[in-house]
């Protein structure tokens, strides 16, 4: 595993740069069809738009996330803070900064935000898979040491290498890969055509991948805490708690009849 794809000079590509970039695409090739699908009053520039500045807004506060919790480190090595090309995003942060920015833009072009979020959330569950193998690449978001048979010995300079030498440890970025695109294809091919109200598919989408999320992080060697909580772990209990209450309190399990 490394870090760099390509290195000309000065000049590099990463595999976690590449990655954000192929989750952009695909992400934008697909929700343009879901759009025209949906019949909702969002050209292909309204789209490209609302997912750049959703992205932009997300990373900028999963960096600020990552940053807050870590802030014994980053408090002293404060020109580090910009340095995203080495990791350091935390997922929830992302969600959040993502959210609020994707609201905005929907609400001033009075867009639903439910109906276009069903088709929304499934494809950053699908980017962040993507990503997951940008952290493999750069031996972070690791797990804690394991003897199982698919436990991954890093290399030196990676945050797992440096941290676990010469040490197999579960390779936790992977089980979240492969998690993200088995609660993708559930929910994209099983209930996106489905007429549910408008934000089961979302609710759901976020129900299913914080269940994963919530013990694939009780094995990383790397999570952000909050006292002797995992916050990733709160906050998907939290978001399934969320979540269910939205389904139940608007009985969008309700197939809606055309």
Same mark, same amino acid.
């Given at each position: ?9 000065p ?10 970039? %192929?989750a ?25 738009? %609302?997912?750049?500045l959703?992205?932009?807004g ?17 408090g002293v ?11 350091g995003?935390?997922?929830h942060g ?8 994707a609201?905005?833009? %929907?609400?001033h ?24 193998f #940008? =952290? +493999?690449?750069?031996?972070e978001a ?7 048979p698919w436990?991954i010995?890093f290399?030196?300079?990676s945050p797992a290498?440096?941290e +676990?030498? =010469?040490?197999?440890?579960?390779p936790t970025?992977?089980?979240? %890969?492969f998690? =993200?695109?088995m ?5 994209? +091919? #099983?209930?996106?055509?489905k007429?549910?109200?408008d ?9 299913i ?5 919530? +013990?694939i ?15 990733a772990?709160?906050m998907?209990?939290a978001l ?15 197939k809606?009849v055309i």
């Amino acid at each position: 595993m490394h870090p760099v794809l390509i290195e000309i000079g000065p000049f590099e590509i990463r595999y976690y740069s590449l990655m954000y970039l %192929l989750a952009i695409t695909s992400g934008i090739f697909l929700l343009r069809q879901e759009i025209t699908r949906k019949g909702l009053a969002l050209s292909k520039d309204d789209v490209i738009n %609302l997912v750049l500045l959703s992205i932009f807004g997300g990373i900028i506060c999963a960096r600020l996330y990552y940053v807050a919790f870590n802030w014994d480190y980053y408090g002293v090595h404060i020109k580090e803070i910009p340095a995203i090309w080495k990791g350091g995003l935390a997922s929830h942060g992302g969600f959040i900064g993502g959210f609020i920015v994707a609201y905005l833009y %929907l609400r001033h072009y009075r867009v639903p935000i439910w109906k276009i979020g069903d088709s929304i959330l499934p494809l950053i569950v699908m980017g962040e898979a993507f990503v997951r193998f #940008g =952290n +493999f690449m750069n031996g972070e978001a690791h797990g804690v040491p394991t003897t199982l048979p698919w436990g991954i010995v890093f290399p030196q300079g990676s945050p797992a290498g440096n941290e +676990f030498p =010469n040490t197999p440890v579960h390779p936790t970025m992977l089980y979240q %890969l492969f998690y =993200n695109l088995m609660a993708f294809s559930v929910v994209w +091919f #099983g209930l996106r055509k489905k007429e549910y109200k408008d934000g089961f598919v979302a609710a759901v989408t976020v129900i299913i991948y914080s269940i994963g999320r919530f +013990f694939i992080e009780g094995l990383r060697a790397d999570s952000l805490y909050l006292g002797p909580f995992r916050i990733a772990q709160i906050m998907s209990m939290a978001l399934i708690s969320a979540m269910i209450y939205i389904i139940l309190s608007r009985r969008l399990w309700v197939k809606v009849v055309i």
